[in-house]
């Protein structure tokens, strides 16, 4: 093509010299390049971009779309500029070896850009998968952007040295402990999300609990060196991601996906107020719709075994009787059971834990219907407000260390 054209000039008597061969050459790449520019960039692309807009497909953001196809037109272009090169440009000439040096440079830059892209247009789609909500893809596609940039940075680095990559790939032995202290926390931050993602230890959406870091919420995002985490008070919190292997902590994902939330508090009795209920208490006791059947039922089970004693009972310690605690820890029993926001299928006990000089601890063990904090904490307050009011029905005091009201009606008298 060349050829025939600068013969055509030349038969309309035009003297083609070699430095106006040169211009009319870089003349005509030039005038390529800008309107292959113009018809992709102002035609093709806005079209098609359009025509996907119209489409209302939700898979994948316009914005991750535009870019990869726009770098994708980039690669084009310069392939299209260097096969323009090798066609108009004498062969070993400097302008020749420039403009392919150039173009060369261009498509490994924007290929490696529209790599990045492709793999923001994945991540976005694994968000709509299970798979992507489970494993850390963030963190590890951000491992193949690292290893792709340093790739491409040592062929555009060969490409400018006019040597072969492998010289510079044998030449990365001698820096191997530069570069593992250099790209320390990149490294460690891909295998903590290799292992993360393994043993499906952390996922985004999760709530994380690590004290050490301050970190009390919701896991948004898993990255090659960080892990961000909303806060429960509205702040974030960044952990190194290779801490997570390193240190422990706590997984509340477990919780919310059961659909119960564990209560596990105590109230701290008075040990001197324990006693055995008199008869007149019973029967006031009896009263409680909750506590009835299980009056009735211990009541027969103690008059059998004590009739067995015979004259024996008059003496208090041989015989077996109801105690104001152990009728407490019933009444709190079927209480939890009755309650319209506790889970039966779970784990539920009211239960002594060992003595203490703070008193005897009577501690509820199970667990609410729902996992939502706010709704939690009020199910929680509620029995708890319940046990504090309902104390003094069954003749028992809480333990509380004297406070400066004590003190005053002490001096009062």
Same mark, same amino acid.
């Given at each position: 093509m060349k050829e025939m054209f600068f013969n055509w000039l030349s038969g309309l008597g035009v003297d083609v010299t070699p430095m106006m061969a040169l211009v009319i050459a870089l003349g005509f790449i030039v005038l390529t390049a800008m309107v292959l520019?113009?018809? =992709?960039?102002?035609? /093709?692309?806005? $079209? @098609?971009?359009?025509?996907?807009?119209?489409?209302?497909?939700?898979? =994948?953001?316009?914005? /991750?779309?535009? $870019? @990869?196809?726009?770098r994708l037109a980039f690669v084009f272009q310069g392939a299209v500029l260097l096969g323009q090169a090798e066609i108009w440009l004498p062969k070993a000439s400097e302008s020749l070896a420039l403009i392919e040096l150039l173009a060369q440079l261009w498509i490994l830059l924007f290929l490696l850009l529209a790599l990045f892209a492709l793999l923001d247009c994945l991540l976005s789609l694994s968000r709509h998968t299970r798979l992507g909500r489970d494993l850390p893809l963030r963190g590890i596609f951000q491992g193949v952007k690292l290893v792709a940039s340093i790739l491409v940075g040592i062929l555009m680095i060969a490409l400018l040295l006019g040597k072969s990559p492998l010289f510079l790939f044998s030449g990365l032995g001698a820096m191997t402990a530069v570069l593992m202290l250099v790209f320390k926390d990149p490294i460690l931050g891909l295998v903590a999300g290799i292992q993360l993602s393994a043993n499906r230890m952390l996922s985004v959406g999760d709530w994380l609990q690590m004290d050490k870091y301050g970190a009390d919420g919701e896991v948004t995002d898993i990255g090659l060196t960080t892990v961000k985490v909303s806060n429960w008070d509205k702040t974030i919190t960044t952990i190194p991601t290779y801490a997570l292997i390193s240190d422990s902590f706590k997984n509340w994902q477990g919780m919310t996906?059961?659909?119960?939330?564990?209560?596990?508090?105590?109230?701290?009795?008075?040990?001197t107020s324990v006693r055995f209920l008199t008869s007149q208490e019973q029967l006031q006791l009896k009263q409680a719709r909750l506590l009835a059947p299980y009056l009735s039922r211990k009541e027969q089970e103690l008059s059998s075994y004590n009739q067995q004693l015979s004259d024996a009972i008059s003496c208090p310690i041989n015989g077996r009787h109801l105690t104001n605690l152990g009728t407490l820890r019933a009444y709190l029993d079927a209480y939890l059971?009755?309650?319209?926001?506790?889970?039966?299928?779970?784990?539920?006990m009211v239960r002594q834990l060992a003595p203490t000089t703070d008193g005897?601890?009577?501690?509820?063990y199970c667990f609410t219907a729902t996992t939502a904090w706010a709704e939690y904490e009020g199910i929680q307050a509620d029995i708890f407000d319940h046990i504090f009011a309902i104390i003094e029905q069954f003749h028992l005091r809480l333990h509380q260390s004297p406070t400066g009201y004590d003190m005053h009606s002490w001096k009062n008298g």
């Open positions: 520019h113009l018809v =992709l960039h102002r035609i /093709l692309l806005v $079209r @098609l971009v359009g025509l996907l807009g119209k489409t209302k497909q939700m898979w =994948l953001p316009p914005q /991750l779309q535009q $870019r @990869l196809f726009y996906e059961s659909g119960g939330r564990r209560i596990k508090r105590s109230v701290n009795i008075d040990m059971r009755a309650h319209a926001g506790i889970r039966k299928d779970m784990t539920l005897l601890p009577l501690e509820i």
